[in-house]
């Protein structure tokens, strides 16, 4: 009810209903890991097109078939990936950036370890507002022209435009640290602000040119207001000039309130200008000259950069010279990028990594959610078998490429009895390479493992038919696949299918092909219930849209009312997956189940603090076999 019923009237109460709808999880963001020209190593990165691919990774590479299958994901229906760079070791490139004493000031460091980091070109100008305080830098990757540009950036720390901020966490490139000591940034010389040259103070200054600011070390700016002609008094422009810098030092120590910056502030005649300096070295000392909020005299004083002057930073000491070097072009470059391929003996330690720091497969450990494993060309057994048992734990299913050294029907045959392959109904296995055009050889073809095709199709059919529907059949088509490593007649079909293997078939209408959909316990002498590959799926589908729809229950009073909610819930999402056609059955009673009450949570799971639920459903399973009886109808005679 509401709250307090102080006068009377109708009150308004919304009251929430009991219903929480639960979504459906995607089912085909698939996880890529392979080798790749460039990207972040181990570090799980989402993309969406091929193009990302090309941006992050580096695109196509004749050593690498995952690039080769991501491109085919996308072209068969893929929308949604995340990839994982592996290598079996891999150093970054570097490029120390020294002052005009040569003296390391900074380090830019590749983002990305391996070769790619030695193509970052880096560049370096004074071409800025204040030239010589601060400075403008670039990286620019040479194999694309990617370029960022970072402009007006200082050594203070202290700064808005200080470089490391500007960089560390934005650039795509690298990252940089600042190599200079606390003993050095508190060593470095007052910052200063000199004038340009003058003329007569007396003939510049008037009622309408007496006053400007001063800020000294990113203090608040004092105001120099300037009495005239008492403040410049003096029988010859020197003398005149002289005094105009005492007034100036003097009025701005005035204003010094115990802060020795400005306490120690001074102002000299240098020749015919104005210097000023701050009166404490190191990092975040400077000086600058702004104009006066009326009167203004920094003009016709010439004070500040924008009216001729010089205004020097102490950090102005701690940049880097100017890059490239016309002398020396190349050392401009970052180096020392270098990285080791996996050999056979390296593919186990490289791909399965270190769970503790997500290196490897665990890397997918940082993804919130993906449906789909691929490791295309990796046949290693204990690779298979522990991303298969991966797979098993998150909710997930494994596309295994067949070993190319299987190159006919036996050779195959002989796989499937060996223990090569994770007996698992989380993992499909697809028989045999494809060839495809290859863009890095004008065409030619290239054999390439099947995995990354696959796994567009599962995506296109998910999309197009669901889940439920056997990502195999005519309408299975392989885009962009010339052609098969081997041809199969039905003869070798019927030998593989019943092992579990999966054949790419080519018909003469309907092309390349995927001619079936077991799991790899979906040979027919293990008669496993997740034989087919959407019954698995469907059930994953299912599992992770009820683990992810049904957290709210968590602390909720374990009783009737919530069980009520659960049930409701549960059945709503369960009777729209049977209006689209996912399950067998005429009616909801047919197709699903779904139970939460006394029978399935007894006091005992109560006091324990457990509540089960109880989902069941009736899977569609594919039509692998078309039977056609045919008989001859006996003529009759009409009388």
């Known amino acids: 009810m509401p709250e307090q019923l102080a006068y009377p009237g109708v009150y308004i109460e919304e009251i929430s209903t009991a219903e929480r709808t639960i979504a459906g999880v995607a089912t085909s963001v698939t996880a ?32 690498s078939e995952m690039s080769y299958g991501v491109r085919q994901f996308f072209l068969n229906g893929g929308r949604d990936a995340w990839i994982v760079r592996i290598v079996k070791s891999a150093t970054l490139a570097r490029l120390p950036l020294v002052n005009s004493k040569a003296a390391t000031v900074l380090t830019v460091t590749a983002l990305d370890a391996g070769t790619s980091g ?29 370029a960022e540009h970072y402009l007006d950036a200082s050594m203070n720390s202290a700064d808005a435009r200080y470089l490391p901020n500007l960089v560390n966490g934005i650039s795509q490139l690298v990252s940089l640290i600042r190599d200079v000591s606390r003993s050095r940034l508190n060593a470095l010389a007052a910052g200063s602000s000199r004038s340009g040259t003058l003329a007569d103070v007396q003939t510049l200054l008037d009622a309408t040119h007496t006053d400007f600011e001063v800020a000294v070390n990113g203090l608040p700016p004092v105001t120099v207001s300037l009495a005239l002609p ?4 003096g029988r010859t422009p020197t003398q005149r000039l002289t005094s105009l810098a005492r007034t100036i030092k003097l009025k701005v120590r005035g204003q010094a309130a115990g802060n020795p910056a400005l306490s120690g502030f001074s102002c000299t005649r ?30 016709v004083l010439k004070l500040g950069t924008a009216n001729g002057g010089i205004e020097i930073d102490a950090v102005a000491g701690i940049r880097p010279v100017p890059l490239p070097d016309l002398a020396n072009p190349a050392a401009a470059f970052l180096v020392g990028g270098s990285e080791t391929p996996c050999g056979p003996a390296d593919v186990y330690p490289a791909f399965t990594g270190n769970r503790a720091s997500r290196q490897g497969l665990y890397a997918l450990d940082d993804t919130g959610l993906f449906n789909l494993l691929v490791m295309p060309g990796i046949t290693d057994a204990g690779v298979l078998a522990d991303a298969a048992a991966y797979c098993t734990e998150r909710r997930a299913f494994l596309i295994v490429d067949a070993p190319l050294s299987a190159s006919n029907v036996s050779s195959m045959v002989a796989v499937m009895a060996g223990q090569s392959l994770p007996k698992s109904d989380h993992a499909a296995l697809y028989f045999p390479w494809t060839t495809i055009a290859d863009p890095l050889n004008n065409g030619q073809p290239r054999l390439t493992p099947p995995s990354g095709s696959v796994a567009g199709l599962y ?7 669901g889940v439920w529907k056997a990502p195999a059949g005519t309408e299975a088509h392989l885009a962009s696949v010339q052609s ?46 997740y034989k087919y590959v959407p019954v698995r799926r469907m059930a994953l589908y299912i599992e992770e849209s009820l683990f992810r729809g049904t957290q709210w229950a968590v602390f909720e009073p374990n009783d009737e009312a919530l069980w009520a909610q659960i049930r409701s819930n549960i059945d709503a999402f369960m009777y729209g997956l049977f209006r689209q056609g996912a399950f067998q059955g005429n009616t909801p009673r047919e197709a699903y189940l779904v139970k939460c009450d006394r029978e399935t949570t007894t006091q005992n799971d109560i006091d324990n603090g457990m509540v089960n639920i109880l989902v069941g459903f009736a899977p569609l399973k594919p039509a692998e076999f078309v039977i056609i009886r045919m008989q001859q109808q006996a003529g009759q005679t009409q009388g």
């Open 32 to 63: 890529f890991l392979g080798a790749a020209a460039r990207g972040p190593v181990s570090k799980a990165t989402r993309i969406s097109s091929f193009a990302d691919f090309e941006r992050i990774f580096g695109g196509l590479s004749t050593d």
């Open 118 to 146: 030695n193509d970052i070109q880096v560049g370096v100008d004074y071409a800025t507002p204040t030239p010589d305080s601060r400075f403008n830098i670039s990286f620019t990757r040479s194999s694309d022209g990617y």
């Open 230 to 233: 008492a403040d410049i008094a």
């Open 270 to 299: 240098s020749g015919q200008t104005l210097l000023m300096k701050s009166g404490v070295g190191g990092e975040f000392s400077s000086v600058r000259v702004l104009p006066g909020r009326q009167n203004n005299a920094a003009s």
């Open 459 to 465: 995506a296109r059919i998910d999309n197009s038919r």
């Open 484 to 529: 098969l490593a081997l041809q199969l007649t039905d003869a070798d079909n019927g030998r593989l299918n019943p092992l579990g293997v999966n054949c790419l078939r080519t018909f003469p209408v309907n092309g390349t092909v995927a001619w079936g959909a077991r799991t790899l316990r979906g040979s027919d002498a293990l008669a496993s219930e």
